[in-house]
């Protein structure tokens, strides 16, 4: 996956790296990747299919559980859902370069059945810990106009990663609540990452984190600036919110 740069995700990333709401700190990010193999895209996916293929060649006749249709991909069975399961895989090795996702079991992952609903949601828990409804509006509309202009949301399917404990990422000490969407754009071969973490404030700051830090005073100044450079054509969180999810800008 080749990381892609557009300048609005970067000014957005650059204001929710680290806001401290007191009691905790609110970690988030929002990256574009191009689904173009590096060398290590393509041994994961070597890795996925020699994995499935093995199993196809045990049991030809018999679906295995590891080719059941048990998976928010259809049958494993399928190339085209290996190749769903390998792009989400490989966008999780690519934001997290200190892991390995390579055996990460579909069952963890979660396809979506509306984008209305991942927007919802990521506006509730925003909402819910930023808690100010008209702050979080300006926000979270900055967020999903940026999110649109870099993959064209409403052509997208979404997915989430639900992993257990021993699997997440930002499981570390006073980790509070996370969450991890991909938004797949299969005719641009696009894949939007977003993922959002809050840590207690009991939990030292990190030295990599004060430099980053955001209090409210400054989080106050962030919402003027998207409501500065917020075009007139913006949908608000009302329109985001609606089904079916609909883009007009």
Same mark, same amino acid.
């Given at each position: 996956?080749?990381?892609?740069?557009?300048?609005?995700?970067?000014?957005?990333?650059?204001?929710?790296?680290?806001?401290?709401?007191?009691?905790?700190?609110?970690?988030?990010?929002?990256?574009?990747?191009?689904?173009?193999?590096?060398?290590?895209?393509?041994?994961?996916?070597?890795?996925?299919?020699?994995?499935?293929?093995?199993? %196809?060649?045990?049991?030809?006749?018999?679906?295995?559980?590891?080719?059941? $249709?048990?998976?928010?991909?259809? $049958?494993?069975?399928?190339?085209?859902?290996?190749?769903?399961?390998?792009? %989400?895989?490989?966008? %999780?090795?690519?934001?997290?370069?200190?892991?390995?996702?390579?055996?990460?079991?579909?069952?963890?992952?979660?396809?979506?059945?509306?984008?209305? !609903?991942?927007?919802?949601?990521?506006?509730?828990?925003?909402?819910?810990?930023?808690?100010?409804?008209?702050?979080?509006?300006?926000?979270?509309?900055?967020?999903?106009?940026?999110?649109?202009?870099?993959?064209?949301?409403?052509?997208?399917?979404?997915?989430?990663?639900? $992993?257990?404990?021993?699997?997440?990422?930002?499981?570390?000490?006073?980790? %509070?609540?996370?969450?991890?969407?991909?938004?797949?754009?299969?005719?641009?071969?696009?894949?939007?990452?977003?993922?959002?973490?809050?840590?207690?404030?009991?939990?030292?700051?990190? $030295?990599?984190?004060?430099?980053?830090?955001?209090?409210?005073?400054?989080?106050?100044?962030?919402?003027?600036?998207?409501?500065?450079?917020?075009?007139?054509?913006?949908?608000? !969180?009302?329109?985001?919110?609606?089904?079916?999810?609909?883009?007009?800008?």
């Amino acid at each position: 996956m080749k990381y892609l740069q557009f300048d609005r995700l970067e000014a957005i990333n650059s204001q929710l790296s680290c806001i401290d709401k007191g009691d905790a700190r609110i970690f988030g990010r929002i990256e574009a990747y191009s689904c173009k193999n590096t060398v290590e895209d393509k041994k994961l996916k070597l890795h996925i299919e020699s994995k499935y293929d093995d199993e %196809l060649a045990l049991a030809p006749d018999v679906l295995s559980p590891l080719l059941s $249709p048990i998976s928010p991909f259809g $049958p494993l069975s399928q190339p085209a859902s290996r190749k769903t399961l390998f792009f %989400l895989l490989a966008t %999780l090795n690519a934001a997290y370069p200190d892991y390995d996702f390579s055996d990460v079991k579909p069952e963890y992952f979660t396809k979506l059945p509306t984008i209305g !609903l991942a927007v919802n949601s990521v506006n509730n828990v925003l909402l819910a810990h930023l808690g100010d409804a008209k702050a979080t509006d300006t926000i979270t509309t900055a967020i999903w106009s940026a999110i649109d202009e870099a993959a064209e949301v409403k052509d997208c399917d979404a997915y989430s990663f639900n $992993p257990d404990r021993d699997l997440e990422p930002d499981a570390e000490e006073g980790n %509070l609540w996370s969450f991890y969407f991909f938004f797949f754009n299969r005719r641009l071969k696009r894949m939007i990452f977003f993922t959002c973490r809050s840590v207690s404030s009991m939990v030292p700051i990190q $030295p990599e984190e004060d430099e980053l830090l955001m209090y409210d005073a400054e989080a106050e100044e962030l919402v003027d600036d998207f409501r500065r450079t917020r075009s007139s054509q913006s949908l608000s !969180l009302e329109q985001y919110m609606m089904q079916p999810f609909q883009l007009d800008i």
